[in-house]
């Protein structure tokens, strides 16, 4: 009997994708022979791309093949979906990166910092060698202040630091050091900034796979493996539209530090709950270590992502007893955050004369960030405060033209984030508990405010591009929220669960696509409006 009904289910499993198709093929065939030629176009991709969310929705359904067997299994199968699944986001992710002439290379303004950077490091010096130096910013009494340099009429290169008559790269160096440097030095060649973005993206995206994939094999061993895909799938397109966007100089400094946080939590949690001889966890938390500090040179907000590492580090030791070996491998374990810490306090001291300065108190922008250096904000408390709330629950509104909606705070962006409530579930919450990390979850939320409260802190105002620094760690502890919820929660709750985890899952693959469509910071859509009315046309047949 039961062999019948799930035959019966089977059937009703391929028939329904096949009819939904077959629908489709009409209404195509239909458009086509009763609109004009354009019409049908954008009627035809329109109707693609909605039938696609829709299918979305109807392949990660909870009663879905998808959903049929684990994450934690380990077949054929599994292994082909998720790189099917991997390779497709980061083509979607890292393919339009050349769209927009202005973060392309064709424009390179100064954009090329680090192609220039590679080149002082060949020539053996810290400063940017620019031959073009206005004399008027050498004689200047405060250079760092916008107003005062439009005003004298001074022209300078944007977004660098600027200190004793030279100019320094304020990004952070690492980038680089990794990948520039080795780049022009094996090929002869500058790498165009943007393609070492798509680099980066594309790691960051097979971080997420993988550390939600340690996730799910060491506690949620019954996850099922839609759910797993799906919301890999949203922490990479969350965590990288803007990327897509705006690809060159900024997001290669972001998006640098957040594969390099990404895959530093991965090592660590394999250190900490998975390997259980003892060098070999060593050296995990070791390659964790090395590259969490290593983050702190590309950007330092999304770095404090390390110290999510207290949390797991507590869950690791507990229970152990204090011995010579014990501290030997813990000193092992974090001498690569004294190795790359004392190199990058030896890099800032070189160039400013101070270990504790990245650039930011120098830095030519549209503030003057020099004066904030002798206070912690340049606005007050209670108006970082504000920035704080409206980081993550700012509404903007909607705008008149498509796509019709504008840069919100994080859970309005993504309402995904929303599962996070979950875990004040008491009975969701004590099985994180007994999984011993709960100190991690309470990081992963505690965290995002920090980061904020330094972003404002040390910024005029907070942009959409900062929000990154935030998004891997909400999209990290929503995975944990949801996996614990499947496991912890009675059976109609928790597959009701993993229904709204479908819902919010799809919407952030479609917001993400929404968002980068937003005219704005010389994108494509800003560049040529057409694109924008064409999306409409085709995103709004109906």
Not at 102 to 123: F, K
Not at 136 to 147: C, R
Not at 453 to 464: C, G, R
Request: hydrophobic share 50%; aromatic share 14%; proline share 4%.
């Amino acid at each position: 009997m039961r062999a019948g009904k799930n035959e019966k289910r089977s059937v009703k499993g391929r028939v329904f994708p096949l009819c939904a198709a077959a629908v489709l093929a009409v209404i195509l065939v239909l458009c086509a022979v009763l609109s004009s030629d354009a019409f049908s176009r954008y009627t035809a991709a329109g109707a693609c791309f909605w039938f696609a969310a829709v299918m979305a929705l109807y392949v990660f359904r909870p009663g879905s093949w998808l959903n049929s067997f684990p994450a934690s299994e380990v077949s054929l199968k599994h292994n082909l979906i998720t790189l099917a699944a991997q390779i497709a986001l980061i083509l979607v992710c890292v393919l339009p990166m050349s769209l927009s002439p202005i973060w392309n290379g064709e424009v390179p303004d100064h954009r090329n910092e680090y192609e220039v950077m590679a080149d002082s490091l060949l020539e053996g010096h810290l400063y940017l060698d620019y031959d073009d130096v206005d004399p008027k910013l050498l004689t200047m009494e405060n250079p760092y202040d916008p107003e005062a340099r439009q005003a004298e009429g001074v022209t300078v290169h944007w977004d660098h630091a600027w200190y004793n008559g030279h100019y320094y790269m304020y990004f952070g160096v690492v980038p680089a050091v990794i990948t520039f440097l080795p780049y022009r030095v094996l090929t002869g060649h500058a790498l165009t900034t943007y393609h070492a973005t798509q680099l980066y993206v594309m790691l960051m995206i097979l971080g997420f796979f993988a550390l939600f994939q340690e996730l799910a094999d060491r506690f949620y061993r019954r996850l099922p493996f839609g759910t797993y895909l799906l919301l890999s799938l949203a922490a990479g397109a969350i965590s990288s539209w803007y990327c897509a966007e705006a690809p060159a100089l900024y997001c290669t400094a972001i998006s640098a530090g957040l594969f390099l946080e990404v895959w530093s939590l991965f090592f660590f949690i394999r250190a900490a709950f998975v390997i259980r001889s003892e060098k070999k966890r060593v050296a995990c938390a070791a390659a964790g270590a090395l590259l969490g500090a290593l983050a702190f040179g590309c950007r330092p907000p999304v770095a404090l992502g390390n110290l999510l590492v207290l949390g797991l580090m507590i869950s690791c030791l507990k229970g152990e007893k204090p011995s010579r070996k014990l501290s030997a491998g813990i000193f092992a374990a974090i001498l690569p955050y004294i190795i790359v810490g004392a190199a990058l306090m030896w890099y800032n001291g070189a160039r400013f004369q101070n270990p504790f300065e990245f650039g930011q108190t120098y830095q030519l922008t549209v503030a003057d960030q020099h004066s904030y250096a002798s206070e912690f904000s340049g606005s007050g408390f209670l108006v970082m405060a504000m920035d704080i709330v409206g980081n993550f629950f700012d509404f903007a509104g909607f705008n008149e033209t498509f796509p019709y909606i504008g840069f919100n705070g994080a859970f309005l962006n993504f309402p995904i984030f929303f599962l996070i409530l979950i875990l004040l579930d008491r009975q969701v919450m004590r099985g994180v508990r007994k999984d011993g990390i709960a100190g991690f979850a309470v990081g992963l939320a505690v965290t995002p405010v920090i980061v904020t409260a330094v972003d404002a802190a040390w910024t005029p105002f907070l942009m959409e591009r900062y929000r990154l620094d935030i998004y891997y760690l909400l999209s990290i502890l929503t995975f944990i929220a949801a996996a614990a919820a499947h496991r912890d929660l009675k059976d109609r709750c928790a597959r009701r669960v993993l229904w709204i985890s479908d819902i919010l899952g799809v919407m952030a693959l479609v917001g993400s696509f929404l968002l980068f469509l937003v005219p704005n910071d010389c994108n494509i859509t800003a560049l040529y409006p057409e694109i924008s009315d064409t999306m409409r046309r085709i995103l709004l047949f109906f």
